[in-house]
């Protein structure tokens, strides 16, 4: 079936390094796409979202990537801070479907 | 302070009972989710309203029942049906449903069986 998935379940960085997280979506009809992060015992907290007509967006720190073709997104994270470790979400859809959640990879950021 | 506000925060469940879990937004938006989340996992959808007096069932919504008699208020009970409850519940809600909409989530409630 359709999925959202990751492709590294946990990554480690050193404090001041950019972080790379990836996702791979297998429904070629979604366009809609969206990173969450998670702190421990927390709700997800929106990072930042892109729209299929987009191959990238820019926010504070982070950027998203959207490749369409191989139907990969990634998170990247500038300066990654202590404040960074947490789980991070991709998510998605398409139409009037509520979002579908990938399985989270855990960000450690090493002091 | 506007916002999603789940309670409780813990709630414990004996066996054969039901127990609900609140949700209510103070966002005035339309639409209302609740996710499942084990440990390690990612969301899992329950069920979600697209709008008062509607719902629609998600990936998972055996167990569990819900009521959208207001706009505010998503209520999920968890019924003695659903034989391994002790998960993460997690409600959310966005400005309408579907589409190019951010969902955004409340602080869970984490329920444990006795």
């Known amino acids: 079936g359709e999925s959202v998935g990751l492709h590294l379940p946990t990554l480690s960085v050193q404090e001041g390094d950019n972080s790379i997280i990836n996702c791979a979506y297998s429904n070629s009809a979604s366009d809609y796409f969206i990173w969450y992060k998670q702190e421990s015992g927390k709700g997800p907290q929106f990072i930042i979202d892109?729209?299929?007509?987009?191959d990238k967006r820019q926010g504070q720190r982070v950027t998203v990537l959207l490749n369409k073709t191989v139907k990969h997104l990634s998170l990247q994270i500038a300066a990654t801070q202590p404040g960074d470790s947490a789980v991070y979400f991709c998510a998605e859809n398409s139409g009037n479907t509520p979002l579908v959640f990938g399985k989270g990879t855990r960000l450690s950021v090493i002091a | 302070d506007g916002g999603i506000t789940q309670s409780p925060k813990y709630l414990f469940r004996k066996e054969g009972q039901n127990v609900t879990l609140s949700c209510e937004q103070n966002l005035n938006h339309d639409a209302m989710y609740w996710y499942r989340q084990d440990p390690g996992q990612g969301l899992r959808l329950i069920y979600y309203s697209q709008i008062v007096n509607d719902f629609q069932k998600g990936d998972i919504a055996e167990g569990y029942s819900v009521s959208r008699e207001k706009k505010e208020s998503f209520p999920l009970t968890v019924t003695s049906a659903q034989k391994n409850p002790t998960a993460f519940y997690l409600c959310?809600?966005?400005?309408?449903?579907?589409?190019?909409?951010?969902?955004?989530f409340g602080a869970g409630t984490r329920l444990s069986v006795l």
């Open positions: 959310a809600s966005s400005i309408s449903s579907g589409g190019s909409v951010i969902q955004y």
């Open positions: 892109i729209r299929s007509n987009m």
